[in-house]
């Protein structure tokens, strides 16, 4: 009876641990049921594989219309670089599912450019968001976010065919005019997922915490092997 008490405490445990705030997957699946949702991310900075430490940023993404062929999203980035470093945001860019056809955007990153490349080791990116009007989405001219500036805009996604959904993911920064940093004057940035609100909508991919997983397994396990005991026991008697 004391063993089946402890793996009913444990089952209780990882059942309010699972109904606690889920941690978030860093791709988000969207609907017309998400409308009103915001996505909030922040994002580290780094050069060459190196770490450059100060060096931040933070986004808002909302979905704010859907038709057959496009998502429509505002935006809100700001540039949290702190000191000693100082650095300018100069756009952010992520992965679709499915494919992208093309894309606009208003405001602060009012550019755009469909599969370029992004540096420091990330590669081809779907899409990217500018402070100017190059060819590339490694970056160019001298808008953007000093530090401590925010930025707002618009953007829309379009699509060669009807959507059920959209998955969005890989979520990356740029920063230039980096000083403070030694010898790096450019770098980028990942994004993680921090909370989502704004709507009645659950949005994004809940995904639960290793250590939930773990916790609700061990009390599984349990349970089974109490169970097998039990059915054991008599025949021994």
């Known amino acids: 009876m004391r063993i089946a008490r402890q793996i009913s405490s444990l089952a209780v445990i990882a059942s309010l641990a699972f109904a606690s705030a889920p941690a978030m997957a860093d791709a988000i699946t969207l609907g017309s049921g998400n409308i009103g949702q915001t996505y909030n991310f922040t994002f580290d900075g780094y050069s060459g594989g190196t770490t450059v430490s100060g060096l931040t940023s933070t986004a808002a993404f909302t979905l704010t219309g859907v038709t057959a062929n496009s998502y429509t999203f505002s935006y809100s980035l700001a540039n949290t670089t ?98 403070g940093a030694g010898n790096i004057t450019s770098g980028s940035g990942t994004g993680t997922l921090t909370s989502t609100g704004g709507s009645t909508s659950t949005g994004g991919t809940p995904v639960p915490e290793p250590g939930m997983v773990g916790l609700l397994g061990a009390a599984l396990a349990g349970i089974a092997f109490a169970r097998r005991r039990r059915q054991v026991q008599p025949a021994l008697a």
Request: glycine share 14%.
């Open 82 to 179: 702190s000191d000693p470093v100082n650095s300018r945001l100069s756009g952010f860019a992520f992965n679709t599912d499915p494919n992208i056809s093309s894309a606009s955007s208003t405001g602060a990153f009012s550019y755009t450019t469909i599969n370029g490349s992004y540096p420091n080791g990330i590669g081809s990116v779907d899409v990217c968001f500018k402070d100017a009007s190059t060819g590339a989405c490694s970056g160019g001219g001298s808008g953007g976010l000093l530090d401590g500036q925010t930025g707002t805009g618009t953007f829309t996604l379009n699509f060669a065919q009807p959507l059920t959904s959209l998955t969005l993911s890989d979520f990356f920064v740029r920063y230039q005019s980096i000083s």
